[in-house]
């Protein structure tokens, strides 16, 4: 484990404020998404699961077919279909279609996607304002940090840390009023809407038999940018195609339930194509970007690609004892939570932080509320095996693995096993009561790790198999 | 003749909490089980396995194979003891296919202890006394991986003088999650405090699992802060007359 991973934990375990931030955010998203799936309301959930399971691997597995497919669809209605394969070349081309059409101010909608190529920076850098226009985003952008949740971007910060943020950045009079604060920034963003050369957007599904985009969101944001500047671009993973626009009636049941536990969200768009003649809305270009970024690496090994099934509902984030005790800022990447424990190792290397497949106790909650059936623990499993594969091959770790040799061959021999167990219990100091410290010698190590935090058990006078011989 | 259950105790509870695995023989015994302890017996391998040293668990699964292999019925005092047998053997040998298929005509035959007891020997009074006041945490791997949830209530719903009082939230994992409570002792801690506010929340005076290593978890730190809740493993409230 990193340094920085540690610090960030045990600094966010020691801020009280914090830890009730997330804990109450995170239980409203978890008991609305209980309460909405439930089997008065949604009585087919567990069906619709196993159904958008067996759709997504069946998408991800043909994935050169549909990608190919939503092309030609999307060039068919006069749009325009970009692979890129990393964050570079998604910026290269934003940049190069903003200088030819003399664009300066970019609205954007939100996206994890784009936050994965950090393209905002890459953008400005260039000298381009790119505004995002998502509330918790726009403040999170005011603040220079980023999202703590998947869908939840600000989940971590009080009204009052916004009415701070807002009166810093915005020049305006401290205001704590939700309400009153959604106007500020409504007002400051719908000059840019107006003002804006291109929107950028994500997407929550790339739909290949009919070419379609598919955007879902509350706020109204997302509508805007992609229909109110002359050009919008897409920037999705290449793994949101799904086969067929039929397939979204299964996502679209899941997708909001699990992720705020609204039955649909309050806006679903379908975008294909730039406005046609006649049509009164609409962009004049519009080009989908498809960024690889790390994920054709994932889609040789049969089990770890269902990792590329996620919808991005942060339903697994919401149930998590871990996230909900170390929130999203102590991940090492944008990806926070179980899904971000799983993906980050495979699009980044093992090696970007060896320690974040451990830090989960494979209580199993994350798989159970995933709307696409993604076996986390499993996943998590796996990429332990090859962290301990990696550091083995760069000769690291190696009192570790010398102890479960130690471990593997003691439980392979009966007798020693036993020997030992008597041994380390007649060295124990005990009067029989639970042990709250121990002497220098003995206070090491696992054993000093456990009695950070808890006592532990004195060794019993016999161990079972004594005492079964002596029943 | 009487019927035969072999026992496998964990090396937890052999080493730690032997009680338990002396309870759990003697509800069975109750219900005429004659009792067999393989005496090779050590651990199913799963420290290995979640710590991601496979090869090192397969052997010590090999071992457990091979300890077994002429048990008929074995029943084991922990959920997540008999996931790993039931669930993750097969991961373990999934390119080995003449092991691969000993591993699953083993797993026909391990039962978690609550799951034994309702499905097999279809008991639910097991003629149990105890006057308590208790609270049931769920442990993960027993509710999650083998949708063990009310086994356990209907047993206790059967013991005289008991109450139960469900926690909320009981679903949620006590932070043990074994090397993990080492590897990240002050998160595994701060879960367990958050589990221990649930349990305190319904005045239960006792805490009762089916898994020795959460109920070491829970224990080890309400005796921290100094509480007076004990745990107790389901098979000791069961063996209660």
Known sequence: MSVEFDRKIKSTLADANLQLAIYTATARLKDKRIENVADDILPDYQELRTHANALKKHAIENLDHYLEEFERNVEAHGGKVIYCKDGTEVSDFVLGLAKERGAHLIVKSKSMTTEEIDLNERLEHHGLESVETDLGEYILQLAHERPYHIVAPALHMTRYDVADIFTKHLNVPNEVVIEKQTAIARSVLREKFLAADIGISGANFLVADSGAVVIVENEGNARLTTSAPKIHIAIAGIEKVIPRAQDLATFLKLLARSATGQPLSVYTSFLSGPRRAGEVDGPDEFYVVLLDNGRTKLLPDRSKRQSLYCIRCGACLNTCPVYRKIGGHSFPWVYSGPIGAIITPQ??????????????????????VCPVKIDIPKVLLELRSDVKKAEAREKHGRIEKLAFGIFAWMMTHPRIYEMAGKIAAAMAPSDGGWIRTLPAPFNIGPVAAWLSQRDLPPPPAKSFRDMWRQR | MAKRVSLFVTCMVDQLFPKVGIAMASVLERLGYQIDFPEDQTCCGQPAFNSGYRGEARTVARHFLKTFANSEAIVVPSGSCTSMIVHHFADLFAKDPATLARVHEMEKRVFEFSTFLTEVARVEDVGAHLDDIVTFHDGCHALRELGVKTAPRRLLSHVRGLELREMQPAEECCGFGGTFSVKFPEL??????????????????????????????????????????????????????
């Open chain 1, 347 to 368: 699009f980044m290397g093992t090696s970007h932080e060896p320690g974040l497949p451990f830090a989960s106790s494979l209580c199993g909650a994350c798989g159970e």
């Open chain 2, 188 to 241: 595994s801690g701060a879960m367990a405090r958050t589990k221990i506010d649930a349990i305190v929340g319904t005045g239960a005076r006792t805490v009762v699992s089916l898994d020795p290593s959460c109920l070491m978890q829970i224990q080890g730190v309400l005796s921290r802060a100094g509480s007076p809740i004990r745990t107790m493993h389901l098979a000791e409230v069961l063996a209660s007359r």
